[in-house]
């Protein structure tokens, strides 16, 4: 804001002012849902804040992060100086950083540029600093509650689920699994089902809600729909939550089939915790499995056939190499789905539908 902007709030109440500021601020992806008119005043200090809760802060150094993803999707660049509307999360990125949400409203930093404001406590070599913020103030509502996320939630009471839900899992975080979602909705849209999409895990950010659109999905949506900036870090019983919310969400829109990425790797904890629940409670009817490479396509699928999972088929970044895809398959047993396939209609029916069984390679 200029001086003169300052000098035409100076005769509006607190809570005007406020609003005023925010609405010049730079807003990011995560905080697309919520009623920013429901903050009525910014906290600066006592209070320790909690994942979701939504801060009003200011770029002091540009690192990692140089743009902001808005509520639209478009990236802005950031400069020194910009105040930006952000949720506090953890994050868990092996090629970018490691940060959880700070004890404190002291100077943290930008951790994902679908706006995720976290302390850093490790970082890949190959990856610049974080950016780093300051916070003006924790935003809250009029009964003194910080404004989070988890307020503007979608609700799952109906527990109502799509026709068939197939599970997209990988190997690591930059296996290919939004590729392969994204090949796998295209072809089950161009064979006439009406095909949902949802991102049960990750780190907020609008990119693969766009990929799954573009393919064809008639409704895309992910967690931060349900009220989360990220997930790391997040229990048991609310990934069980969040899960059961996007599949009703995807039902109450009449998808006839669902496809739906787990983010990260098998490694990771709330990939594993959700991977075991869903096929233990059959929220899932298949899965496909992404790689980047033979050893992983191999290493995941014994890690799955060790919990009772037989994935439909192996695909991910190995499938764009017939050399890569001969070694996993023959290793894994699995049959390997290309990008092709994955876009094929009868392919993908195929996939989707089959017995997992019969699509162990010959």
């Known amino acids: 804001m200029s001086i003169h902007d300052f000098e035409s709030l100076s005769g509006l109440g607190r809570t005007d002012r406020l609003q005023a500021r925010l609405a010049a ?11 920013l008119s429901a903050a009525v005043r910014m906290v600066r ?20 992060h140089r743009r902001i993803e808005n509520v639209h999707g478009r990236r802005g660049d950031l400069y020194v100086g910009d105040e930006i509307i952000v949720a506090y999360g ?8 490691e940060a959880y949400v700070p004890e404190d409203l002291g100077p943290c930093h930008l951790v994902a540029g679908g706006g995720v404001a976290a302390r850093v406590t490790a970082r890949h070599a190959a990856i610049k600093p974080a950016t780093q913020i300051e916070v003006i103030g924790a935003l809250v509502e009029a009964d003194g509650r910080p404004l989070n ?9 109906s527990r109502l689920h799509p026709g068939r839900v197939i599970a997209v899992v990988g190997s690591s975080m930059n296996a290919g699994k939004t590729t392969t979602v994204a090949g796998l909705v295209h072809g089950l849209t161009r064979a006439g089902f009406k095909v949902g ?27 931060t729909d349900a009220g989360h900036a990220s997930t790391f870090g997040v229990a048991e019983e609310e990934l069980g939550r969040i899960t059961q919310a996007l599949l009703t ?15 990260d790797g098998l490694l990771q ?30 290493f995941g699928c014994q890690w ?59």
């Open 249 to 263: 969400r995807l039902a109450e829109a009449e998808a006839d089939i669902a496809v739906v990425e787990i983010a």
């Open 149 to 157: 996320l988890s307020r503007f939630a979608i609700a799952s009471a």
């Open 304 to 362: 799955l056939a060790q919990r009772g999972i037989t994935p439909l088929a192996v695909s991910g970044l190995l499938s764009a190499s017939p050399l890569a895809s001969r070694e996993a398959e023959r290793t894994s047993g699995i049959a390997i789905a290309t990008l092709a396939d994955l876009r094929d209609p009868v392919a993908a029916a195929r996939i989707a539908f089959s017995d997992p069984a019969r699509r162990v390679a010959a």
């Open 25 to 35: 601020a730079k807003r990011a992806f995560t905080t697309r849902n919520v009623d």
């Open 45 to 64: 200090a006592g209070r320790r804040p909690e994942a979701g809760d939504l801060i009003l802060a200011r770029v002091t150094q540009l690192g990692q």
């Open 90 to 97: 953890n994050r868990y990125a092996p090629d970018q950083f």
């Open 269 to 298: 904890q709330e990939t594993a915790q959700l991977v075991e629940r869903g096929h233990r409670n059959g929220w899932f009817d298949g899965f496909v499995f992404a790689a980047g490479d033979a050893m992983g396509a191999a």
């Open 197 to 223: 999409a949802a991102k049960l895990t990750g780190t907020g950010s609008g990119g693969d809600l766009w990929s799954m659109r573009d393919a064809g999905a008639a409704l895309a949506v992910d967690f």
